[in-house]
């Protein structure tokens, strides 16, 4: 495989990619969509066998030095969302293969018909509704979609659209071209997880003391046009822009494979979300690939599905 053939051909150690997401957003699709790009896949891996697998002795079962994609079932007996981060992080620290965690979502609304057309028990609920389990499985892996180094979300997307997004991002054609994750975060519930860069946004005028914007977040043009008026926006937006543009290719020539770039405020709704919106849009114009994170609005959406 052209992969394959490429990592062996630069000296580079291939990457590995752990696999998860909600039952029924297309976990197991994006697993042999892999497989057929060249990677060893191995899906439904309980997480206590990942540390064996990593360190097994050469010719007895050791990693085979290709690409390698490993599925996480959230209905695994031992999984937990602690579990499958702290995983993540393990496995980053003591092998010298870059690795990823990829996230395959889809909205609750889609999930629900989907249970519905096959007529199939949702695994967390098998006794109630699919919705319950829906929801119940959405509140397990909160914490790891926060996390996720990759995010696709499959509501909109057929089997070959997956195929074609996976490509993108870590596919032979997106070898050795670094992911870039922009997340929006809270002060009040700390630091993002595992992010490389962290930029403050409190200085910027808040809109929440705005009456008209107060219910509204950084992804309304009302509320983007008020925090774009600060007068130190302007400078703020086009230094950081830059700085990262200029980082991005220094980084990539250093083999990292993928870049999370955080952006706080005190609540995380307003000049956060709009500033991430705009840095996003910035690099993505300039022909980067770039997947971007609201930690506290997807909480709130979270929270409000779960009631």
Not at 243 to 264: C, D, F, N, R, T
Request: a neutral charge.
């Amino acid at each position: 495989m052209s992969h394959e053939m490429t990592d062996t051909q630069h000296g580079a150690a291939p990457p590995l990619v752990l696999v998860t997401g909600p039952s029924g957003a297309g976990r197991s699709t994006a697993i042999r969509a892999l497989e057929d790009m060249g990677y060893e896949a191995i899906d439904n891996l309980p997480l206590s066998l990942l540390p064996r697998l990593l360190s097994a002795p050469a010719g007895a079962g050791a990693m085979p030095e290709r690409p390698m994609a490993l599925g996480v079932d959230p209905r695994n007996r031992d999984f937990s969302a602690e579990a499958l981060i702290d995983a993540v992080e393990r496995l980053g620290a003591l092998s010298d293969r870059p690795v990823q965690l990829l996230f395959v979502d889809c909205r609750p609304d889609v999930l629900l018909r989907r249970f519905s057309e096959t007529r199939r028990r949702h695994p967390l609920a098998p006794a109630e509704s699919a919705q319950i389990g829906i929801a119940r499985e959405m509140d397990l892996l909160r914490a790891v979609r926060t996390r996720a180094d990759i995010l696709i979300d499959t509501s909109e997307l057929s089997p070959q659209e997956l195929r074609a997004e996976l490509e993108q991002w870590i596919g032979p054609g997106g070898a050795g071209r670094m992911a870039v994750s922009i997340h929006s975060f809270s002060y009040k519930r700390g630091l993002p997880r595992g992010v490389d860069m962290v930029f403050d946004c409190r200085f910027l005028r808040n809109p929440y003391w705005e009456p008209s914007l107060r219910a509204l977040d950084g992804r309304a043009p009302a509320v983007a046009a008020f925090v774009a008026a600060d007068p130190r926006f302007e400078a703020f937006h086009a230094q950081l822009s830059q700085m990262v543009q200029l980082l991005l290719p220094a980084y990539e020539a250093e083999g990292k494979s993928y870049l999370s770039i955080a952006l706080g405020c005190t609540g995380g709704q307003h000049r956060s979300v709009a500033m991430a919106e705009s840095l996003a849009r910035t690099l993505a114009e300039g022909g980067q690939q770039v997947s971007i994170r609201h930690r506290e609005l997807e909480r709130r959406a979270s929270d409000t599905l779960a009631r």
